[in-house]
């Protein structure tokens, strides 16, 4: 089973702070994502990597980077924290956008619930 | 523009109803995937199903079953004799041909059954 893990289930910083929140998948995906969730605004995409060193820009992505040095780890980077960025984080990852990985689900890990105080 | 409308925030039942819950899609896209995701409390998303737009063949897997539509574009999920353990919340999803590997979700049904 593909197994995404993220570090923390739950996280409280300080506004301000510099947060880093941090993903690792086991099945060698090629892909990588962070989304945020919150109510009544379903999950949006904040960063995705489709290689080592490779990142793009989702919806959201105002406050935040992201690194990836290796195939496995995803990082999310809150560079000064705000309250408004208390919210559930998900990472997921899938395989490459090949001809056999088009239609192949994302697999999400368990969730990190950061708040901002 | 791609978008995934969940109309329906919030449902209630009694254990053993049927029930169902509503995906409406857009995309300009003639190939696309879909997606079904439940969240139960504990946070994680599990993936239930996808389903490829030349596909329409809808779907049975035990007490679930999918119908997609490409007429009306929805991808509607039925629970056949709901049970406690199906409380969660379900997330329809659209991944599309030219989305580069990017999945657009609905805000998301969440399903209370009670005993």
């Known amino acids: 089973d593909v197994k995404v893990t993220q570090s923390s289930r739950y996280l409280v910083k300080r506004t301000g702070e510099k947060v880093f929140l941090e993903c690792v998948q086991d099945m060698d995906h090629e892909n990588m994502f962070w989304y945020r969730q919150d109510p009544g605004l379903g999950l949006r995409l904040i960063y995705f990597s489709y290689d080592v060193k490779m990142k793009e820009k989702g919806d959201i992505p105002e406050g935040y980077s992201v690194s990836r040095e290796k195939k496995e780890r995803f990082s999310l980077i809150l560079e000064s924290a705000s309250t408004n960025q208390t919210s559930m984080y998900l990472c997921?990852?899938?395989?490459?956008?090949?001809?056999?990985?088009?239609?192949?689900?994302?697999?999400f890990g368990d969730g990190t619930r950061l708040s901002i105080l | 523009a791609q978008k995934v409308t969940q109309a329906q925030t919030e449902i209630s039942v009694v254990e053993k109803e049927d029930v169902t819950l509503d995906c409406v899609y857009e995309t300009r896209d003639t190939t696309y995937y879909l997606f079904w995701y439940k969240q139960p409390p504990s946070g994680e998303l599990v993936f239930l199903i996808r389903?490829?737009?030349?596909?329409?063949q809808n779907e049975i897997s035990g007490r679930y079953s999918w119908n997609f539509q490409k007429s009306t574009s929805s991808f509607n999920f039925t629970i056949t004799a709901s049970q406690v353990v199906d409380s969660a919340v379900y997330f329809c999803a659209l991944k599309w041909d030219t989305g580069f590997q990017k999945l657009v979700f609905g805000t998301g049904t969440r399903l209370l059954v009670s005993p």
């Open positions: 997921a990852s899938s395989h490459s956008w090949s001809d056999a990985g088009k239609d192949q689900p994302q697999h």
């Open positions: 389903r490829n737009s030349f596909d329409e």
